[in-house]
Each structure stands twice: as structure tokens, then as C-alpha cells.
């Protein structure tokens, strides 16, 4: 099976900007979650979202957004870029049983966002 | 609120020599732990995983980690280490929302390098 991908991996975007990530998950998971990495912060949850639903958030501005697709696929939007947005942005995927945190997540490479 | 503490930020094991990394974590009941690495340029790659029963849990490339909950620990060890062990190792432990999520909160995660 093809594992987690993210596009594109690498962004450079100015300030004000606003940024859509993607993430398609390994075939047949119905999970999507992100997390965003930085030196300071290290990694924090951003959104999880099953069968198109959000089914929980973290503690990001509401410029922080997400959906999934019928195909499980995802998105994430980051609008009106600020510098501190500067991250890694990992995906994660995970077949979702009735007990979500006995499944294993597997991540993608992730996206690296530069602000400038 | 649940989190996770990894006292040591960098570690500098020779190779062939034993290692633990440590992990505390804060959380009331049997909490759901995890060991993920993460390679230079790579997404995380989950190690291993503790949920119940035996406390001490089997993991890939040779890692062993040990639940307890005396001590509120879930260290990561592997005998004898190799230079491609090099990476940065995250604790994490999932966080508690009725079972309805697989959102993980993570350490700061350790740093660990491996001379010849």
C-alpha cells in the first residue's frame, strides 16, 4: 500500500497570504488528522476529521481550517498567513475503529511552510 | 490536562551501547502511550504502543518500553544501539475525549545521536 502523501512538501508564501495543504491518506483509512511542528512549540494537534466530519479540534485561530472529502482525502487551509505560521505540517492517517486511540496513525512526510 | 514530559533533550549514546530515553506523563487513568521517531526529513514512525496488560511492550527496530504507573513512566530502551538509530524520539500519550478522537499529545521530544 502507498503510504501517507502530502503536497506539496515544501511552500515559501509572504505574509497575508493564505495557503491550502493536502493530504491523501493511505487507501482505505478513514482518519485524517494534522499537526503542526515547530522548534518553539513542538507538535500540536491541529484538527482530526472522520468520514467528512471534524471530530476534534486543538487550540489554533480560526484561520486555521480543514475538510475531507468523500475520498478521505484532506485539506487544510491557513488564511491570512502570519510569521509565526512558519511549520511543519504533518498529516496522519488511521483506519478508525470503534476505538480511534487503539489504532495505529501513520504520518505523512509533512509540509514545510516558510512565512515570510 | 493531560501531558507529557521528556526530561532530556539531546542524548549522545556510542554505538552498541545501551539506551533509555524517558518519558513522565500526566494523566488519571490507564492512559494510551505511544514512542514515534522522526528521521531527518521524514514524518513520525511509530515505534510502539501501551494500552493494558503487560507492562513491558515489544516494539519495532528492536525497542522495548515499560509501563509504570507507580512512577507515572513510560521509558523507551533498546540494548544495544546502532548509528542509524540517530533521530528525534516522541512520547506521546492519547488524549481522553470518551474514546470519540485518536488526537495524541506529544513530548518535546529527545534528540538523540549515536557516535562510532
Known amino acids: 500500500k502507498a503510504g501517507v502523501t502530502q503536497t506539496p512538501r515544501y511552500l515559501i508564501k509572504t505574509r497575508g497570504q493564505q495557503v491550502t495543504l493536502s493530504c491523501s491518506p493511505i487507501?482505505?483509512?478513514?482518519?485524517v488528522s494534522w499537526y503542526q511542528q515547530t522548534p518553539g512549540q513542538g507538535l500540536q494537534f491541529l484538527f482530526e476529521?472522520?468520514?467528512?466530519?471534524?471530530?476534534n479540534k486543538g487550540n489554533f485561530p480560526g484561520r486555521f481550517s480543514g475538510r475531507q472529502f468523500s475520498n478521505s482525502r484532506s485539506e487544510m487551509n491557513v488564511s491570512t498567513l502570519e510569521l509565526g505560521d512558519s511549520a511543519l505540517y504533518l498529516c496522519?492517517?488511521?483506519?478508525?475503529?470503534?476505538?480511534?486511540?487503539?489504532?495505529?496513525?501513520?504520518f505523512g512526510p509533512g509540509t514545510r511552510l516558510t512565512v515570510l | 490536562a493531560q501531558s507529557v514530559t521528556q526530561p532530556d533533550i539531546h542524548i549522545t549514546v556510542s554505538e552498541g551501547a545501551s539506551l533509555e530515553l524517558r518519558c513522565n506523563y500526566s494523566?488519571?487513568?490507564?492512559?494510551?502511550l505511544f514512542w514515534y521517531v522522526q528521521s531527518p526529513g521524514q514524518g513520525l514512525q511509530l515505534l510502539l504502543k501501551?494500552?493494558?496488560?503487560?507492562?513491558l511492550v515489544q516494539g519495532i527496530k528492536g525497542f522495548e518500553a515499560e509501563f509504570k504507573r507507580s512512577q507515572s513512566s513510560f521509558n523507551l530502551r533498546k540494548p544495544s544501539v546502532h548509528w542509524s538509530d540517530a533521530a528525534e524520539y516522541f512520547c506521546?500519550?492519547?488524549?481522553?475525549?470518551?474514546?470519540?478522537?485518536?488526537?495524541?499529545?506529544f513530548g518535546t521530544g529527545t534528540l538523540l545521536a549515536v557516535q562510532p
Open positions: 496522519a492517517s488511521s483506519p478508525s475503529s470503534s476505538t480511534p486511540l487503539t489504532d495505529t496513525q501513520y
Open positions: 487507501s482505505g483509512h478513514r482518519s
Open positions: 476529521y472522520f468520514s467528512e466530519t471534524q471530530r
Open positions: 494523566y488519571g487513568a490507564t492512559p494510551y
Open positions: 501501551y494500552f493494558s496488560g503487560d507492562t
Open positions: 506521546a500519550v492519547g488524549a481522553d475525549y470518551g474514546g470519540a478522537t485518536n488526537k495524541l499529545i
